[in-house]
């Protein structure tokens, strides 16, 4: 395992913030007005709203919550606009950011794959993945497993499954729900979260080729690579 390096020290700001969610609706990973991003930095939760289009998002439209109550410290002039549920699963969790994607590829995974989880090794995007028990980041060699949960009606009923998940499963930095996308808890900053996340979505797009193609997603390690972990 490595420890987690940040190569930019920038801290997040509103600004910054709608700038990224506009570069996911770009991606395809927060298409329509599914997914969020909420950020810690010092004292505050910058949170993105839910149900907007996220392609037109300003930073007019985030909230700011207090880290130590949770409590709106200003919000959107729409009085409907509600904060995205990684808001609260940040609070709950402690995490430096949470992410929620709706991409294609996290999607289609769960419904190829009948499980529980989703498990994958010997993949060289797995060193941009955190332990979230230790707090490094994995070897290329190492086995990511990410847990697969049945998706609900809406966030406000999977907002519970998601925590009683994490606690199960302490090490996993990620969960996948059915049928519906995915989210991604980082303990460091929002620029390793951020990271982590296009290594998840690299590897959920591999792992549907794979699975296309019928290649395995556990392999064997090799001597080569048994004898580079000895030294």
Same mark, same amino acid.
């Given at each position: 395992?490595?420890?987690?390096?940040?190569?930019?020290?920038?801290?997040?700001?509103?600004?910054?913030?709608?700038?990224?969610?506009?570069?996911?609706?770009?991606?395809?990973w927060m298409r329509d007005n599914g997914g969020g991003m909420a950020v810690a930095c010092g004292d505050v939760i910058y949170s993105s709203p839910t149900s907007v289009q996220k392609e037109k998002l300003s930073e007019k439209e985030l909230f700011i919550i207090a880290q130590t109550d949770g409590k709106i410290l200003k919000r959107p002039a729409n009085p409907a606009s509600v904060p995205s549920a990684?808001? !609260?699963?940040?609070?709950?969790?402690?995490?430096?950011?949470?992410?929620?994607?709706? *991409?294609?590829?996290?999607?289609?995974?769960?419904?190829?794959?009948?499980?529980?989880?989703?498990?994958?090794?010997?993949?060289?995007?797995?060193?941009?993945?955190?332990?979230?028990?230790?707090? @490094? @980041?994995?070897?290329?060699?190492? @086995?990511?497993?990410?847990?697969?949960?049945? *998706?609900?009606?809406?966030?406000?009923?999977?907002?519970?499954?998601?925590?009683?998940?994490?606690?199960?499963?302490?090490?996993?930095?990620?969960?996948?729900?059915?049928?519906? !996308?995915?989210?991604?808890?980082? *303990?460091?900053?929002?620029?390793?979260?951020?990271?982590?996340?296009?290594?998840?979505?690299?590897?959920?797009?591999?792992?549907?080729?794979?699975?296309?193609?019928?290649?395995?997603?556990?392999?064997?390690?090799?001597? !080569?690579?048994?004898?580079? @972990?000895?030294?």
């Amino acid at each position: 395992m490595h420890d987690i390096i940040n190569t930019d020290d920038v801290p997040i700001t509103p600004s910054r913030l709608a700038e990224l969610i506009r570069h996911f609706y770009s991606l395809g990973w927060m298409r329509d007005n599914g997914g969020g991003m909420a950020v810690a930095c010092g004292d505050v939760i910058y949170s993105s709203p839910t149900s907007v289009q996220k392609e037109k998002l300003s930073e007019k439209e985030l909230f700011i919550i207090a880290q130590t109550d949770g409590k709106i410290l200003k919000r959107p002039a729409n009085p409907a606009s509600v904060p995205s549920a990684t808001a !609260g699963l940040l609070y709950k969790t402690g995490s430096k950011c949470v992410i929620h994607t709706h *991409s294609k590829y996290a999607n289609l995974l769960t419904q190829l794959i009948r499980g529980d989880h989703f498990a994958i090794n010997n993949q060289e995007m797995i060193q941009g993945v955190e332990n979230r028990k230790t707090g @490094r @980041r994995l070897d290329n060699i190492d @086995r990511v497993f990410v847990p697969i949960i049945d *998706s609900e009606l809406n966030e406000l009923l999977l907002s519970p499954i998601l925590l009683r998940t994490l606690e199960k499963y302490p090490e996993a930095s990620a969960i996948l729900v059915r049928g519906h !996308g995915f989210f991604a808890f980082g *303990s460091h900053s929002w620029q390793s979260t951020k990271l982590m996340l296009e290594c998840y979505e690299y590897l959920f797009e591999l792992a549907c080729d794979m699975i296309k193609y019928k290649l395995p997603l556990i392999k064997p390690i090799t001597n !080569g690579t048994q004898q580079m @972990r000895a030294v």
